[in-house]
DNA sequence: CAGTGGTCTAGACCACTCC
DNA sequence: GAGTGGTCTAGACCACTGG
């Protein structure tokens, strides 16, 4: 009947309400509109339905459910605020994914000073099998040493060296992961990780700070040591707010700002 | 009968459905919960129901709107989001305001490395009454010359001065704004902007930059010349989103960080 | 206890998209 | 036209808050 759902609806008319009843001591309750957010966040989880695919319509989804078209309609509502699925009147309701402008600058926020963003081109610097260090082992809650698979590359914008990028990214996940790979893919990096490694990086913390160019980034960035530069510190997280990256970004920010919205 | 509202609804059953009808050239429409929205919203920025206090009910907002408490609620809802309100369980709907710890953060992303964020003590340099040069004067939507209050202060962690801040006013809204105010009020400046001023700051755009600290800065933040530092510049909105405040922050960042959320 | 927001349902009509 | 998401209604029960 009433499938796994902590839903109580039996004979009688309308009217639900979910929260504890009668019986059991059960302790935790959570709207039913959570419950059904949480199942589809599984499918898309294990790649039931892929980025970019449809995803069933929500009549579909709420007889499969067992519960009204509005329930449904609230629990994708939040994942569509959340980034993790895209509505489209008159189709249906679609995967995210990260091969689309729409997702690109939701973590790229580097933004010219003047005029539209242009696409960068990437320089691959280097891409090697480590192991990872202490600070990155904590911040993706791995074991220190685990093995990890590292880059560095710079991205220029009008063929101005402007961000140099070092990432860590878990081995395990990332197995076929060689520079060639990178180099030859054309679109986002992110985009790459999504559809040839099944992991899509859902959300993201930033810890900036200014610091100064030392040797190494002054001449990759082709700039005096000593220039000011933003330092990005980001961890990346997936499906289940699993950390998965680590990145730090130094961005050269004479003709370029970092754009952010309060609100 | 139908209010002043775009809505359809006579005699006969539920179901109503904003947009356009059979009748009328009508250009444009917008869903009823919109403009119950944009109802609401006029209520709030014409001082009706003031910052921290109850706005009416649910149900008393429908009745009064002659629509259902589904449309009011989904008003609403758009309204919390934007933190424009906040919804108490059992309590009722309050106008959101800046005398709360929760708001706070929302506009100072500057956080410590390490523990947890202090309250700083302020120190204000200046506060004069000035023309507006024309780079502020473009950013506010202004004349360049218009008569604006300037503000320069520094903010101190532990004793340790962090953030050096350059504030532009518009005159007209901040008249009897001084130096005595600013220092004898305890409590977000926001906060004394909406209480004493009322002008709400909403939202923020936010451009950063590395920067060297000249001369200038360097001796108010008691650091060397040439000290890489977070540049912020900041323009706030209120209401209608009309640009009401620009400030050019400069921002310590060696025991600090400016933290921010991609999602 | 009454009043508030929070959840859930069922059913209606709408605008949009594609065939 | 059939199918999709988007809007709107009316009514039910729930959890939480306060007197």
């Given amino acids: 009947m009433s499938s796994v759902l902590s839903n109580l609806n039996n004979g009688s008319a309308p009217g639900a309400g979910a929260g504890a009843s009668a019986s059991g001591p059960s302790p935790t309750f959570s709207p039913l509109y959570q419950q059904i957010k949480a199942l589809i966040t599984q499918s898309l989880q294990s790649g039931e339905w892929k980025p970019g695919e449809l995803i069933p319509s929500e009549v579909e989804l709420a007889a499969r459910f067992k519960v009204s078209q509005g329930t449904v309609r609230k629990a994708i509502d939040e994942l569509a605020q959340e980034n993790l699925v895209v509505r489209r009147q008159g189709k249906g309701t679609f995967v995210a994914t990260h091969h689309e402008v729409r997702a690109q600058f939701r973590f790229l926020r580097l933004m010219p000073d003047e005029g539209e963003p242009h696409s960068a081109d990437n320089r691959v610097i280097d891409v090697k099998r480590l192991r990872a260090p202490a600070e990155v082992a904590r911040l993706l809650e791995m074991k220190s040493g685990d093995p990890m698979i590292f880059i560095k590359r710079v991205q220029s914008f009008d063929g101005v060296p402007t961000i140099l990028e070092e990432l860590w990214l878990p081995g395990v996940l990332f197995k076929g992961l060689t520079a060639e790979r990178l180099i030859e893919y054309k ?17 993201a913390t930033e810890q900036l700070r200014a610091v100064c160019a030392d040797e190494h980034a002054a001449q990759l960035l082709e700039i005096a040591q000593g220039t000011p530069l933003l330092s990005v510190e980001r961890v990346s997280f997936t ?12 961005y050269l920010t004479t003709t370029h700002h970092y754009q952010n919205e309060l609100s």
């Fill in 239 to 250: 499906y289940g707010d699993k950390p998965v990256e680590v990145r730090r970004c130094l």
């Fill in 187 to 203: 679109g986002p990096m992110y985009g790459l990780f999504e559809t040839e490694f099944g992991t899509r990086m859902i959300r």
